[in-house]
């Protein structure tokens, strides 16, 4: 079975966000895999370790995307791909979304691409069904659990509002990971000395096989949210019933009941 | 001539979610800024009584694609059936609720129409035909003005985030039903079961939510004999804890949520989980118990309108976003909160 998963590299999210000269700044915080992407990372390998075959990590992006391909890597990918074109920088989703798809293309296919829910940066959140529509694949998004995978099928559950729906879909399809899949592995000792060593292989947009995608989706100005002015209040009083009252008062002043 | 502004229903079980009428309300008034009409399509089965209650929240013109096969949400034959339904019609804007399918129907939706797709914007501005709009990006750490410069400018609306949808019983529109677009036997992905979920209030629906973390372990409780395996001894702990945030989330008739430090630890399950990997949520009232105001919490929560924390440790960070704040301990303050909202809430 040939998986590819498509990982993307994100500032870690305890990072404390601003905006310096208009630039999105996350200050010395590290810049690390995508944590929704561990997961699908996590899905590929299970995959392939029950079916058989290889999982190959796939990211587009600048230099430093390079740290989350050596995180996949060393979680036990066999190869990884980047797309790594300057004329890509400010891309929009569904450019991003074209280029991969024509990467997947150019890699030969697959049997499963597996993508994280959303990238924990600009929370879009629409790439893996993009990619779906472009591939003319069945797009099983959010899967909580994999029931059962052979070469031909796979039935999964996907967790919606309402609960969980249960979904059978032929090969080659397009999976995206949320987390009650269960926990990503940590790299083993091995797997980091294998990423350091490996070679990735980088391609532009023209070498993926089409013309470069016009970005549609602009975002002229990034700014810090207003200050929220909370004037905090601490409750006291001499034994909780007489706290919980003066509170349950306070908040019936808000008129938010 | 068709009109310019289009709002996408998503329903479950033929009953449209919450942020659908929000959806259609606010598409109203773009088009009533427009000078447009307003198109309203909903995809999937027996779908007669969401037609009138589309027209009561805004729409002129309902497109139905009402079909068996439509029953259960599919990407495929629902994204199919919305380009469809779009064909030669040139709209300026097509907005969707940013529910779980509504993203997903619009992702499709820009690949198939050739356009972006604005995600999740909690407020909207029009210049002309021109929407910019606004998204918080990184968790709510920055709010980013986006645009999308191709048509229709696809957006999704967050929950509750715009005005609160009135009906009006004497608005008319038309309702006109369009066939399928794809065939059974050309859908790859079959609905094969469903499972609902436990009770209760949807956590991205509640205008209230009480939310317990891993202080509610700290419960000086014993558990009973029977259970000796350390963790669960632990698990028991926090979920009388559960138990008593859940008491007070039904006196308030709010949902139930947690810190990822509860979710991890099994207290609750995930679907509980607020924050930058769980649900982002902005209810009326954030009650947080245990809970320190981790960055990826309240990443999750910070834009709730009241804030209260009750917290044993006076230092914890979500003191400083708490409008209201109770030094102590969760099973001492709880039970009797829970009593004193019930009195004042005449339940
Ligand atoms: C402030 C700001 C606002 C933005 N707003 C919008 C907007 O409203 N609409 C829009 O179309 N674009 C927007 N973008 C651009 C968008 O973030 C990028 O195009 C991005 O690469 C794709 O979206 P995402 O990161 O949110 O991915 P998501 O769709 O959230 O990612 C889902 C999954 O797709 C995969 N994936 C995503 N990106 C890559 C990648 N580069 N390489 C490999 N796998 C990947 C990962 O598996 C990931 O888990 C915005 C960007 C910024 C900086
Ligand atoms: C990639 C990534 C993503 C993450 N995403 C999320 C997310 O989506 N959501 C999330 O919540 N976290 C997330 N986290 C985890 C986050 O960093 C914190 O670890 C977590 O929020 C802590 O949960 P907590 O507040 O319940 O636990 P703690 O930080 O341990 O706090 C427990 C609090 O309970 C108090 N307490 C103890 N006993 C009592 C008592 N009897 N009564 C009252 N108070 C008591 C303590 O004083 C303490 O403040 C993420 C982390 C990473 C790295």
Redesign the pocket.
Known sequence: MKIIV???QVPDSAAAMSVEDGK?SWGDAPLVI?P??EY?VEAALRLTEAQGGDVIA????DENAKEAIKHALAMGCSEAILVNDPAMAG????A?ARV?AAAIQKIGGADIVV?????I????????SMVARLLGWPAVTLVSEIVECTQSEIKASRAMEEGRQQVAAELPVVLSIVKDYGEPRYPSFMGIRKAARASVPEWTVADTGIDLPSAV?T?PN?MAPPEREVTNEIIEGSNPEEIAAKLADKIMEEKVL | MANRVWAYVDQFKSQALLASWEVVFTGRKLADQLGSGLTVLVIGSHLDALAKAAIEYGADEVLLVDDPSLEDYRASPYAAALAGAVGENKLDIFLFPTTTRGREVAGMAAIDLNT????DVTEIKLDGDKVTAI?P?YAGKLL?E?VCNAKPQLVTLRGRAFEKPVPDAGRTGTVTKLPTVMAEDEIKLKVTGYQAAEGGVSLTDASVIVSGGRGTSNNSAEPPAEITDESEKEIWKAQQGFILINDLASVLDGAVGASRAAVDAGYVPYVHQVGQTGKVVSPDLYIACGISGAIQHLAGMRSSKVIVAINKDPEAPIFKYARFGVVGDLYKILPPLTAAMKERLEK
């Open positions: 498509c990982v993307k999105i995508n929704w992407d699908a796939l990211s587009l992006g891309a929009d989703t569904q991003v991969l993508f994280g829910k959303q990238a940066d600009s929370d879009v959140g629409a790439t893996p989706v975002w990034v | 972006g797709v604005l995600v998204r990006v980013s986006v």
